[in-house]
């Protein structure tokens, strides 16, 4: 079996134990259904130009998440466009 580099890095982190099952499925299969209605409703697109090194981390994060890296920025910045980005550093919602 050929796998690619994105496919042989999931292969790799969950050799590791990286993957947890998640014990309360149906929050996380609406989230995840969420985010592919907003992957498909896209009407505009936007090119962005980002470090390699917050590239890198984006697509890390995107792969912990189970979902491509393009719907994790679109996420993030509805988020952010709708007031609801939590600013963990001090635990408060972002509020515009």
Do not use: C
């Amino acid at each position: 079996m050929d796998l690619d580099q994105e496919e042989l890095d999931m292969l790799e982190s969950f050799e590791r134990g990286e993957w947890q099952s998640v014990s309360d499925k149906e929050p996380e299969i609406k989230r995840h259904q969420a985010y592919a209605k907003a992957t498909f409703e896209q009407d505009k697109h936007l090119d962005v130009y980002l470090s390699v090194r917050d590239f890198n981390v984006l697509q890390k994060r995107a792969l912990i998440e189970g979902i491509p890296y393009q719907t994790l920025v679109s996420s993030i910045l509805h988020k952010y466009v709708s007031g609801y980005l939590l600013d963990r550093s001090s635990d408060n919602l972002v509020t515009l």
